[in-house]
């Protein structure tokens, strides 16, 4: 049972327009959240996170939005580039209750179009 | 800071043998940790070392797998009598403190054949 879901598996925006990407997880014991950017042929790189005491945190270009009551958050990127261009992971963990374990979703992949 | 070394990055088994993974963190990262990432799916959690002790395993991790980092410096990870379903992508990560925000190394491509 999935239970963090990225429920489309694929993205197309132009360059310097907004590109959002959006999770929703089951468990409510999940108190930490995280976004990973994978490129080919590398391991995913850590993005930004959000704890679940905050509903916004910002990063440059890059904005997570923590909706609790609905189970989602989302990423935005402003404005996108081509080299945005990647798979994205959305994970979250139980940091109260002392775990580390990261659960992920299946990703969604970004095209920025130049 | 030469970042996460995994290797080798590829492997190709036949089934029934035993392989073995080796992850090399960064040096001053004391928590380390190992994912397994099928074709389509995110990364899966198998576990996690905080230096030497290995403090959370995944059901996932079967009597088949087993890690050990000695010394609290690299660490491998172990697959005996391999199966079809073991063929992924073994991700190693190391984080110097609980911010869940790893460094992963670029992975081990097993293919048991």
């Known amino acids: 049972d999935q239970q963090v879901k990225q429920n489309s598996p694929s993205l197309s925006v132009q360059e310097g327009r907004i590109s959002i990407l959006n999770c929703d997880y089951t468990?409510?014991?999940?108190?930490?959240f995280l976004w990973y950017k994978k490129y080919p042929a590398e391991g995913p790189t850590f993005l930004i996170s959000i704890s679940s005491i905050k509903d916004k945190n910002e990063d440059g270009r890059f904005t997570v939005f923590l909706n609790k009551s609905a189970k989602h958050l989302s990423l935005h990127i402003v404005p996108s580039q081509p080299g945005d261009s990647a798979v994205y992971f959305c994970?979250?963990?139980?940091?109260?209750?002392?775990?580390?374990?990261?659960?992920f979703g299946k990703g969604m992949k970004l095209t920025v179009n130049p | 800071d030469t970042g996460v070394s995994q290797n080798p990055r590829h492997k190709i088994t036949k089934r029934g043998q035993n392989v073995t993974f080796r992850c090399d963190p960064i040096s001053e990262h004391n928590r380390l940790y190992w994912y397994r990432q099928t074709l389509g799916q995110g990364p899966e959690f198998l576990t996690y070392f905080q230096n030497e002790a290995q403090l959370e395993k995944s059901r996932l991790l079967s009597d088949r797998f087993s890690a050990e980092r000695p010394k609290g410096s690299f660490s491998t990870l172990e697959i005996q009598r391999t199966e079809q379903g073991d063929s992924a992508m073994y991700l190693c990560?190391?984080?110097?403190?609980?911010?869940?925000?790893?460094?992963f190394g670029s992975g081990t491509r097993l293919t048991v054949v």
């Open positions: 994970a979250a963990a139980r940091a109260s209750g002392g775990s580390e374990k990261l659960v």
């Open positions: 990560a190391s984080s110097p403190d609980s911010n869940y925000g790893y460094t």
């Open positions: 468990n409510s014991m999940f108190d930490y």
